[in-house]
């Protein structure tokens, strides 16, 4: 391989200097081996180390330029002006960690849906010029500024499904035509288990249940995965929802395919389809919860007490309403494939709450209702009240 732009740029600031203080027999060798080591043609080659390092006048819009052959410009420094401070900074950091640290797209939109309440609060100190500021720097601002603050923990969990073959002709398996997914009321079910690294004994579990249309989420401790237990706490989530249950889909797993459940669904005309076995991503909205909601919250430890159980329960009675009024959500509306690559399209960040009032689908007494729930809560009162109960938790958890 011949030399690269860099090293013939090296060799001739090398060999230029002795070129030119050469006689006139000692130029013919040194060109000869700087145009065999280049490839560049002679007469390039002779001009380029006759000029290499003089100065040079040249007229540039009728103005007179002094450059140095061979010479690179130094460049200066960027200053770009300074928009947003310190104390920006330091507001943006304590509101990201609050709030379960959030990306810049959808803390962006929070900030901004919640800052007369951030503003009321004396430990951010917003003033008015601050509160100017949130309200106009962009989601990629903020995540440059958080960068630095920004620590990744990739754990992995196992899989505890184990396959309910009894019921499976019984329980359709879902297609996408069968669910009007532009809908609210179809859920997706699932299971996380709490089993601290080992599966000997009982320990808790959480039943997540994640409405595919709005986002909505729903979860509920259980003692274990008793059918009795799964069944139950569907049916008081079916109860609670502001709006109709019409569907729910499962994986494969045993605590869902079971008679109790069929039974109950059949009885009060909810429809009941199953994912493919095998295929994970068929339940993708609610397996994305698993680690968002649950995991991020309270962690991998191991809950089999009856105490850590009820703990649990007022985990998950903070953090539902906080993910469903107040934390922003993407959701992918178009997928295109360019050549061997495919890009995602997603609309921009709105919460659960948001995307049901917006629905047509809504009843209005629905949409009052919320408008009511919502109403009742502090985003702050209810964070705080969530780092309590998850602090009461851990500590169940260490000490028992």
Not at 77 to 92: D, I, S, T
Not at 136 to 143: G, L, V
Not at 262 to 277: N, V, Y
Request: proline share 4%; aromatic share 10%; net charge positive.
């Amino acid at each position: 391989m011949g030399l690269g732009m860099k090293d013939r740029q090296s060799l001739t600031r090398e060999v230029a200097p002795r070129y030119q203080k050469a006689r006139k027999a000692e130029k013919e060798k040194i060109l000869d081996e700087f145009v065999k080591n280049t490839g560049y043609s002679r007469n390039y080659a002779i001009h380029i180390l006759a000029t290499w390092g003089k100065v040079h006048t040249v007229m540039i819009d009728g103005k007179p330029i002094r450059m140095v052959v061979g010479v690179p410009r130094t460049r200066k420094a960027r200053k770009g002006k300074v928009h947003y401070g310190e104390l920006l900074k330091q507001v943006l950091v304590r509101i990201w960690a609050l709030f379960d640290y959030m990306c810049g797209k959808r803390l962006a939109i929070f900030i901004r849906q919640n800052i007369a309440l951030l503003a009321a609060q004396e430990e951010f100190h917003i003033d008015e010029e601050l509160q100017s500021q949130l309200l106009t720097i962009s989601p990629a601002t903020i995540d440059r500024i958080l960068k630095g603050e920004r620590k990744k923990l990739e754990i992995k969990g196992r899989s505890h499904t184990k396959a309910g073959v009894l019921l499976k002709h019984q329980i359709p398996i879902r297609t996408f035509y069968e669910w009007d997914e532009r809908k609210p009321g179809f859920f997706e079910l699932d299971t996380v288990a709490h089993d601290g690294g080992t599966t000997l004994g009982e320990y808790c579990w959480t039943l997540t249940a994640t409405d595919v249309y709005s986002g909505w989420i729903e979860l509920r401790a259980l003692p274990n995965r008793a059918h009795r237990w799964v069944k139950e706490q569907i049916e008081l989530i079916a109860q609670e929802l502001p709006f109709p249950l019409y569907g729910i889909d499962s994986d494969n797993g045993g605590e869902f395919i079971n008679m109790q459940l069929l039974h109950w669904c059949t009885e009060h005309h909810i429809q009941f389809t199953r994912s493919r076995a095998n295929h994970k991503n068929d339940n993708c909205f609610v397996e994305q919860k698993n680690d968002f909601a649950v995991r991020r919250t309270v962690g991998y430890a191991r809950f089999s007490t009856p105490e850590e159980y009820e703990a649990l329960q007022e985990v998950y009675q903070y953090l539902c309403p906080l993910l469903n009024f107040y934390y922003p959500s993407m959701k992918i509306i178009e997928k295109l494939r360019i050549g061997a690559r495919v890009k995602k399209v997603y609309d921009s960040p709105k919460t659960p709450y948001q995307r049901l009032l917006e629905s047509p689908d809504i009843d209005e007494k629905v949409k009052t209702n919320l408008h009511q729930r919502a109403a009742a809560l502090h985003p702050i009162e209810l964070k705080y009240l969530l780092d309590d109960a998850v602090t009461k938790l851990m500590n169940l958890s260490q000490h028992k």
